[in-house]
């Protein structure tokens, strides 16, 4: 059961980082579209919202992990480590992404202020990118180091 979890917590918080590591590449050349055109671009995150399981998923399963852990040393940081970040990265989402996707009806009407839901929106996702890369790198470490 261990070892499965392990695995699970590495693929899972892997599968996470791919939407973030996509938002986060996109940003420089989308971060100064036109109004018309970034709310055309916005459009290819319909069904996006799929990866919210999976990060519900990565984080149960990275707590779920150290629970098994615990008092097992660098392990059990590592996995509890992970399992927070991601919950962070949650955090920052209802925060910052989600008031931006419901001011504009997820992206299909801007409102005045939508630069500032812009950066709001764009930056939020660089910063979930971060974390979740840490959260990788540290569910790596829970299922590989030695104690």
């Known amino acids: 059961m261990l070892r499965f979890l392990q695995i699970l917590a590495v693929v899972l918080t892997g599968l996470e980082l791919a939407p973030t590591g996509a938002h986060l590449f996109e940003l420089p050349n989308k971060i100064g579209l036109p109004r018309e055109q970034y709310l055309t671009v916005q459009h290819i995150y319909n069904g996006w919202a799929f990866f919210g399981v999976v990060l519900i998923a990565a984080i149960v399963v990275n707590l779920g992990l150290a629970a098994l852990l615990w008092r097992r040393g660098r392990r059990y940081w590592s996995a509890l480590a ?27 009407t801007l409102p005045a202020d939508w630069p500032l839901l812009r950066v709001r929106w764009e930056i939020s996702h660089a910063v979930n990118a971060v974390l979740t890369f840490a959260a990788l790198c540290l569910a790596a470490v829970a299922a590989t180091a030695r104690d």
């Open 82 to 108: 992970a399992g927070v970040l991601l919950a962070i990265s949650l955090a920052v989402f209802f925060a910052w992404t989600y008031p931006a996707n419901e001011a504009t009806a997820n992206w299909t």
